[in-house]
């Protein structure tokens, strides 16, 4: 079996565009997706700044549902808008900007199999084994860029993340917005240990709501505190939920990545 130069684990933006750039050096390049289509099967905020995003040299304009100008920054006492003239950052469909990470994977000449769960990883002399079930695949260097609970990572033994924060958003239609263009956001040590509360306007009359917290126990009651804010009652007043989820998000590097 030929040996590939990069496999690459997870299909996401991320993956994908490690994937670009390695086949644009000319590297044999795999692509491994456990699920049927690529990406974060809409878990995310999808809130971009401009310069990170364009950063990417991917073709964001078709996912782009809406443009910041700026936040308002809001305490339980105090109120402070941070705000430009020009957009700052941008509110995408995920599933769009996956799914053109994904094409340009493709067309810079990746390879890129769907509904191939990686099962196992072993290190011999001058490669490593990829296994997919019964399938395996050679690769002298292998990039794991499957989510905050990495399989690849702790299959090749890298030390674990140590410190994670427990997000929570739901996606909400008909809502009442007063300034589409700003991201609320709600600092309380109290009622979001560790992080922040949140409203992104992504589109007109929706919204995508949500919360983090350090101690995972204490969602239940960031949930509700969140819910209680003036604000947030009046943005959701009549508004119907469209989707919600709960993920973890790394705040903490690991201890080795490579």
Avoid at 101 to 123: D, H, M, P
Avoid at 214 to 232: H, I, R, S
Avoid at 247 to 255: F, L, S
Wanted: glycine letters at 8%.
């Amino acid at each position: 079996m030929d040996v590939y130069d990069v496999v690459v684990i997870g299909a996401s933006a991320v993956g994908c565009i490690a994937a670009r750039d390695c086949a644009r050096l000319n590297l044999k390049t795999l692509v491994l997706e456990e699920h049927s289509e690529p990406g974060k099967q809409g878990k995310c905020t999808a809130l971009y700044s401009k310069r990170g995003l364009e950063s990417l040299e991917v073709n964001h304009a078709p996912a782009v549902l809406n443009k910041m100008c700026g936040a308002v920054f809001r305490t339980p006492h105090a109120q402070l808008e941070v705000s430009r003239r020009e957009p700052v950052a941008f509110v995408l469909n995920r599933r769009k900007l996956d799914e053109e990470c994904f094409k340009q994977a493709r067309k810079a000449g990746a390879k890129i199999l769907l509904n191939n769960r990686v099962t196992a990883i072993a290190q011999k002399k001058d490669f490593a084994r990829v296994s997919c079930g019964k399938k395996f695949f050679d690769a002298r260097v292998v990039i794991a860029a499957d989510g905050a609970s990495s399989f690849a990572a702790s299959a090749l033994g890298f030390p674990k993340i140590k410190e994670f924060v427990l997000g929570y958003e739901a996606e909400f239609s008909g809502a009442r917005v007063e300034r589409g263009d700003l991201v609320q956001v709600f600092l309380n040590s109290r009622a979001y240990p560790g992080f922040f509360g949140w409203i992104v306007p992504a589109e007109r009359g929706v919204v995508r709501v949500g919360l983090g917290v350090n101690d995972f126990k204490k969602l239940g009651a960031a949930k509700k505190a969140l819910f209680d804010e003036p604000l947030v009652r009046e943005t959701l007043s009549g508004a119907k939920k469209i989707r919600e989820f709960t993920a973890v998000i790394p705040v903490a590097v690991r201890g080795r990545t490579q």
